[in-house]
């Protein structure tokens, strides 16, 4: 049994912004497997994707960097264009290619304390998939694919279908500061924690951009500083990188806090570069000021 197997598509992404056009592989997949790899081995890690034929190269080399894959077919590979304009907390994006959702045959041999998923469109995973993850083990969201779907090429905003079916099953959410407008009509973090909290989330995880990010368990609330990177590069992947770190740390036992501010580090670090979080623990001790051995 893995301590952490997270699910979701690796994707073909293009980056563009006001200084260069970037490609590269991405999606939440991609960013927590490259993240994890980079960290002390203390959390053994799985990650199961779909890709099209053309993408299998980008698995062979996760593979080979030690990456634990396992990889199903699909017709194609996701292909986002991320662009980001002088703020580099708001994007806009295209998709011109879509994978193959998820199935629960797929699934049914996975083993893991934690299953975190990369949802990157509203119909990669069912209610039935997330019911039956939660049955071997804690569920872990990024709720960003839920409320987004694909028309023509356009990324448009969707309510959340399955919300309190799904919901009802996850242990922890992570949202940014306009997932978290749309799914709970607030701009007060608190009471939307109060909200999906009501709707079965045990830890609810909001992340701010530059404002920090904020936390909401066990009826009590962490505010997290968000530290100030050297350049800000490129936010692809920040709130992915974000997840890893806090669950790398959760899953050692230690608070929302400490783990909070652990990975909000690694954020900073990889705010100031394309691609995934590529530094060390002494760097993130650096950025955050602390130990965390």
Known sequence: MKDICCIGHVTRDRIVTSEKTVYMPGGTAY???YGMN????KVSFQLL???????????????QAGIDVVCHDSAHTVF???????????RTQRVLAKADPFTMDELAPLQARVFHLGSLLADDFSPEVVASLAERGRVSIDEQGF??????????????????????????LKLNEHEMVAIGGSRDPRDVSRELAAMGVREVIITLGSYGSFIYAGDKFYQIP??????????????????????????Q????????????????????????????????????GQSFR
């Open 226 to 251: 968000a530290y100030k990177p050297s350049a800000r590069t490129d936010a692809t992947g920040c709130g992915d990188t974000f997840s890893t770190g806090y669950l790398y740390m959760r899953l």
């Open 147 to 172: 409320l987004r779907e694909v028309r023509g090429e356009s990324v448009r905003p969707v309510n959340w279908k399955h919300k309190h079916e799904i919901l009802h099953y996850t242990h922890m």
């Open 38 to 41: 980079q960290l002390p081995p």
């Open 31 to 33: 960013y927590m497997a």
């Open 80 to 90: 986002f264009e991320n662009r980001y304009g002088r703020n580099s907390d708001r």
């Open 253 to 288: 036992g230690a608070d929302c806090m400490e783990a909070g501010k652990f990975a909000a580090a690694m954020c900073t670090l990889k705010l100031e570069h394309n691609g995934p979080f590529d530094g060390t623990m002494e760097d993130i001790e650096r950025v955050a």
């Open 49 to 63: 994707t779909k890709v099209g034929e053309d993408q299998r190269g980008e698995i062979d080399k996760m593979r």
